[in-house]
């Protein structure tokens, strides 16, 4: 299985800005904090260059991604929205393995972090 790590903005589209933070920057920061892990579970894994949304879902696409082999997709989004917690997107409606592994992911992180708990939510939501 492998794992793609993205960034849910660019340097050239960086997102929110506040206190002296800029969520392009938070997001590679994290990503770089989770590769570590990932070699230790020796899952094969990428991370996308500076892409705008559709060259990175085409850049994540001829990685030869393929779900039947359990590989994964994580966008990274550090938002600032007027809430706060972890929340996950998945792909599709109703019971998947996207959907079970949002559920996981938004639970570790929050037992980790002791940030609040925003759920999992449908890509159609």
Do not use: C
């Amino acid at each position: 299985p492998r794992a793609i790590l993205s960034s849910g903005h660019t340097s050239s589209d960086p997102g929110s800005k506040a206190n002296g933070l800029v969520e392009y920057e938070l997001q590679e920061r994290s990503q770089e904090l989770f590769s570590p892990s990932l070699d230790h579970m020796e899952l094969l894994h990428f991370r996308s260059a500076d892409l705008d949304l559709l060259k990175r879902i085409d850049w994540i696409n001829k990685t030869g991604y393929d779900e039947t082999n359990n590989d994964i997709a994580i966008e990274v989004h550090i938002n600032e929205g007027g809430k706060s917690g972890i929340e996950s997107w998945f792909e599709g409606e109703g019971e998947s393995n996207s959907k079970k592994l949002s559920d996981i992911l938004v639970k570790s992180v929050v037992q980790e972090s002791g940030l609040q708990d925003q759920g999992s939510k449908s890509e159609y939501e």
